[in-house]
């Protein structure tokens, strides 16, 4: 079982977030992870179509006997419970509890902003979870749809004058509310944490749902006595459709020389 790998999906490049720090957290674990491009993005979608893509991705996944699943995407965290999932047999980890414990350690002034997909802003997910951590915490959110495909597609640049633009549109009415602590709940937004961090300024803490969640991914594999000891020998990248645009983005974000290289899934396998 130790030796199995982990399993993480996303809808596209955003749960790299993860898989990166996975990658330096872990060092031993192998990976097989599913991008499944050709539906993204998810965050525009309903419950009950969401429910249907995770089905299919757990299901991906198990077959490649993966030990534990990662679901490294907000969307799906905040809108399909692990027991809507056939036939789940390992250990199931979503980014939302990781995310907000850091969140409620992070905020002095009690309020929290949150940018997501707009599905997961609609599920109420984060914001309800915060209160009940936390009545007094006040929070302020947006749903940024736009941001997602910027990201799938590249304009991922510090500077890029689109993405910046976009962003600031987005942030104005977080940053008027004086949130000291912003959760990027979709891990797509990560990979522009450069752009919004200059935007919001350097007083407010950003939380990366997809580094939190690798954090916790740790002491699951630790507290389930699940951590592979042999030295890791199989990364794995699959998407559901175009894997050059996939591994342009991958191996800007991922850095370190990586050679991220997709492997095409065959949606009958
Ligand atoms: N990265 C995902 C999330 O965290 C999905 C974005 C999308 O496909 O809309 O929500």
Redesign the pocket.
Known sequence: MKDRPIGVF???V?GLTCAKELLKLVPNENMIYLGDTAR????VNTKETLVGYTNDDVDFLQRRDVKLIVVA???VSSNVPANQIKNLSVPYIDVISPTISAAVKATKNKKIGII??PA?IKSGSFEQRLKMFDKDIETVSNGCPQL?TLVQDGYIDEDNFVTNNVCREYLAPIKAFGVDTLILG???FPIISKIIQNIMGDDVKLIDAGYETALEVKKVLKTLNLERTKPRDLVKYYVTSEPENFDQVANIFLGDGSNAKAILRDIKD
């Not at 993204?40 to 965050?43: I, N, T, V």
């Open positions: 996303d809808s596209g955003g993204m993005p998810y965050g995407c907000g969307t997501a997909t997961t997602v979709c891990t797509h």
